[in-house]
């Protein structure tokens, strides 16, 4: 591929990690100002007596080392760690309106909030309030409603076990279970189509499986920017001669070669350690054909030679697989070949590895969860380990891939818009009143509502709601609708600025920072994404002597809103942790038996996974081969037209929070406004690297929905795909583009049409 000059674009020909790792992590220290206390804070992070990192949800080792970061978790907690202030003084300088032109980076790097300011329509600032005032005004706002469901309650994947379990208590105490939460838009898949499959969203393996598999099938994520701590597993694995197989639209330097930082060899001789053994290059959304072609290969091999299939496994363990197999039997290989971009040698390459392969664990992550039919894609990966009866046995597993530190233990704990009836019922039984039974609002729902005036009042318990979510077109407009907004946050964001009547900003102590309550350092938990739950404690002084915890905030607002509560003792339970998890002990029988005593041992403890111990909580009783026909639903409607694009995070940044403007792995460098394009495509609409392009929402009849002026590059993608920036491109993703079970957004397929860039362009629906 010819190389040509495009501002800010160059190759970056190192591996990932090494020296560029470290440079990187001085230079986020610098930039917050927190050089010497920043320092000193990542030498807590991980540890057993430390705080959890902010970052990812990879889990810890058993033995840590003194330096259990990586150099995205550095970023989050040079972020959070930051000497920058946005105090009143700060807010005064400018409007919302001025605020609104700034940049999503810009806008964060305002540092930590320092009080609980309230937005003044009458000259457009947010100016200070105390914090008796802004829990009157959100308790008054909440018991002013005709309605419950009037309100939602959205949760960011960051919140604590504790935070998360009391807010779930209050959304259901005040009678709705609008939960919208982070989940929604990331993993919903996983929690929607697992369950159908093994009995339970979530992954079955543990950390200790890798040192045991010989073959990790990687599909859909890119360990190195998302979740980077996963690299020494993936390096170990390698290292000691695991097979590891890629599957992705785009070639991802971590997952071609991994240095160390840890590593004195490799850091001094610039060495570093090859990571995928074989790489996939799938078109975009092409994973349920691929993986259904393996299984249909792997099928032909047992006719042929016999002995591939756990037979034994498939017998006593599983239904419905002769079903399965006369789906696979019926698919015919052209048909495979085009829905996943690969030819049939390829695909029956990787079969034949995986059915040698002795223990096989099988990764995935929003590259996989964020397209139409991702709940059914989910399933078909399950398909394929039960084939060979890879779940339940040292070394093989299926592994969800999660995003922020908690977002599955939110969840865990209760913040759910689909409550089971058994949370229900012991939140009926240990708390003495009845819980709304009606299910609630997704996100993708709770914007409709807003739309429609249906919803009054959004509380957002951490996170960047309308810039995470799709479609900020509608999304914006719906948030400006509100009667009011509040929303708990360390930092502000740009969701904070689409203000409606009233809007209040509740400052939060963050991970990092010693919490005290009554006199007494408190402590809370965290589960990260292999269901090991453990403690994490703040060590830094608070950035301000204003801030509260989540908890205490989640309590402040419920005594607002209920005022003495004969019921719920909110605020004893703000001040006393271990008294909540109690109640989450109580709640949840079984999983947090002696919830205190477990979380004061070093590591935390496992919660109950049964399909670990193959015990498989379905209907049938047994793990389910669930049939799945991913051939409708052509997200280009036929349009030869039409390219499919998805979105990607740059290695500055996690979610919605831009640390920087570099894609080091990827050759971009101060900027973020780049779509990589394939050569042929390029040539065959007459287009060079550096060109100006549009992109606009293939569909959309308004012309709105544009992401203007993007420079194209070349990159090794398959034809007919594109990439480009979240959240930046967010305005194509339509919001009732999303997953028709689960209702996850389809951030990593939106049909698009890519045209040379013209000013006052109105519409990208036509061909000409």
Same mark, same amino acid.
């Not at 299910?439 to 739309?451: L, R, S």
């Not at 404690?537 to 205490?552: I, K, T, V």
């Not at 920036?725 to 583009?737: C, G, K, Q, S």
């Given at each position: 591929m010819a190389e040509h000059k495009v501002p800010g674009v160059r190759p970056y020909r190192q591996a990932a990690g090494g020296w560029g790792a470290v440079k990187a992590v001085a230079g986020a220290l610098t930039d917050q100002e927190t050089v010497i206390e920043g320092g000193k804070t990542l030498l807590r992070a991980n540890q057993p007596e430390g705080f959890d990192c902010p970052g990812c949800a990879w889990p810890d080792p058993k033995h840590t080392s003194s330096f259990e970061f990586c150099e995205n978790g550095a970023k989050a907690v040079a972020w959070e760690a930051t000497s920058k202030r946005a105090t009143p003084e700060v807010f005064a300088l400018h409007t919302v309106s001025e605020l609104l032109t700034w940049s999503d980076h810009q806008i964060e790097d305002l540092g930590r909030l320092t009080e609980p300011m309230a937005y003044d329509p009458a000259d457009d600032r947010y100016k200070p309030i105390g914090w008796n005032e802004a829990f009157a005004r959100t308790g008054a706002a909440l018991r002013g409603l005709t309605d419950p469901n009037e309100a939602e309650f959205y949760a960011s994947g960051r919140a604590s076990n504790e935070a998360a379990f009391l807010y779930q208590l209050l959304g259901r105490r005040f009678g709705t279970n609008n939960f919208p939460d982070c989940s929604n838009m990331c993993h919903e898949?996983? +929690?929607?189509?697992?369950? @159908? +499959?093994?009995? %339970?969203?979530?992954?079955?393996?543990? %950390?200790?499986?890798? @040192?045991?598999?010989? %073959?990790?099938?990687?599909?859909?994520?890119?360990?190195? &920017? #998302?979740h980077p701590r996963m690299m020494a597993t993936l390096r170990e694995a390698s290292r000691r001669g695991a097979t590891i197989l890629a599957f992705n639209p785009l070639k991802e330097r971590a997952l071609e070669k991994f240095a160390s930082p840890q590593d004195p060899v490799e850091m001094a001789t610039l060495t570093s350690t090859p990571i995928a053994s074989d790489y996939y290059q799938l078109t975009i959304g092409g994973d349920a054909l691929l993986v259904q072609g393996m299984m249909k290969a792997v099928l032909a091999m047992d006719a042929l030679d016999g002995g591939v299939l756990d037979r034994a496994f498939i017998e006593e363990h599983t239904t419905g697989f002769e079903a399965l197999a006369g789906h696979l039997e019926a698919l015919d290989w052209p048909t495979i070949e085009a829905g996943c971009g690969l030819p049939r040698a390829r695909i029956e390459q990787a079969a034949a590895v995986y059915a040698k392969a002795k223990a096989a664990i099988l990764c995935y992550g929003m590259g996989l969860t964020q397209h139409r039919d991702s709940s059914g894609t989910v399933q078909q990966l399950v398909n394929l380990l039960l084939l060979k009866g890879n779940i339940g046995r040292p070394g093989a597993g299926i592994c969800p891939l999660r995003g922020h530190s908690n977002v599955q233990g939110a969840r865990t704990v209760g913040v759910a818009e689909k409550p089971s009836a058994a949370l229900l019922n012991?939140? !009926?039984?240990?708390?003495?009143?009845?819980?709304?039974?009606?299910?609630?609002? &997704?996100?993708?729902?709770?914007?409709?509502?807003?739309?429609?005036?249906?919803t009054k009042v959004f509380v957002g318990l951490g996170g960047n709601f309308a810039v995470a979510a799709p479609d900020p077109v509608r999304t914006f407009a719906a948030m400006r609708k509100l009667e009011l907004a509040v929303h708990v946050a360390t930092k502000p964001n740009r969701t904070h600025l689409l203000v409606g009547r009233a809007a209040i900003l509740l400052p939060c102590l963050g991970r990092t920072e010693l919490d005290v309550r009554a006199g007494v350092r408190q402590s809370v938990t965290v589960e990260d994404s292999m269901s090991m739950v453990h403690a994490s404690?703040?060590? #830094?002084?608070?950035? +301000?002597?204003?801030?509260?915890?989540?908890?205490?905030i989640v309590a402040g607002i419920a005594t607002a809103t209920f005022g003495l509560d004969p019921l719920v003792d909110w605020p004893g339970l703000a001040n006393d942790y271990d008294a909540i998890r109690d109640l989450i002990a109580r709640v949840f029988p079984g999983a947090f038996d002696d919830y205190n005593d477990k979380v004061r041992v070093p590591g935390g403890f496992r919660l109950p996974v049964g399909p670990s111990d193959r015990i498989w909580k379905t209907a049938s009783g047994k793990a389910n081969f669930l049939v799945n026909d991913p051939r409708g639903g052509d997200p280009r409607r036929g349009d030869p037209d039409v390219m499919i694009l998805t979105t990607v995070r740059s290695h500055d940044q996690y979610n919605t929070t831009v640390y920087g403007l570099d894609d080091r792995y990827r050759g971009v460098f101060g900027r973020r406004d780049v779509v990589f394009a394939n050569p042929d495509d390029m040539a065959r609409m007459g287009l060079a690297e550096g060109d100006l392009v549009d992109l606009g929402a293939a569909f959309d009849e308004t012309g709105e929905r544009v992401a203007r002026a993007f420079t194209v590059v070349a990159r090794e993608i398959p034809p007919?795909?594109?990439?480009? $920036? $979240? *959240?930046? &491109?967010?305005?194509?993703?339509?919001?009732? @583009?999303?997953?028709?079970? +689960?209702?996850?957004?389809? $951030?990593?397929?939106? *049909?698009? !049409?890519?045209?040379?860039?013209?000013?006052?362009?109105n519409s990208m629906t036509s061909k000409s």
């Open positions: 898949p996983t +929690s929607v189509g697992l369950p @159908d +499959s093994i009995g %339970l969203g979530k992954g079955s393996v543990t %950390l200790e499986d890798f @040192d045991h598999a010989d %073959l990790i099938l990687c599909f859909g994520h890119n360990p190195g &920017t #998302n012991a939140i !009926r039984d240990v708390f003495g009143f009845e819980p709304p039974r009606a299910d609630g609002h &997704t996100v993708i729902e709770a914007i409709a509502a807003m739309e429609r005036g249906e404690r703040g060590l #830094n002084p608070p950035a +301000s002597e204003h801030l509260m915890s989540e908890p205490a007919g795909c594109l990439a480009a $920036y $979240y *959240p930046e &491109t967010n305005i194509v993703i339509a919001l009732d @583009d999303h997953d028709q079970r +689960s209702g996850t957004p389809a $951030y990593k397929s939106a *049909p698009v !049409r890519l045209r040379r860039h013209q000013v006052g362009w």
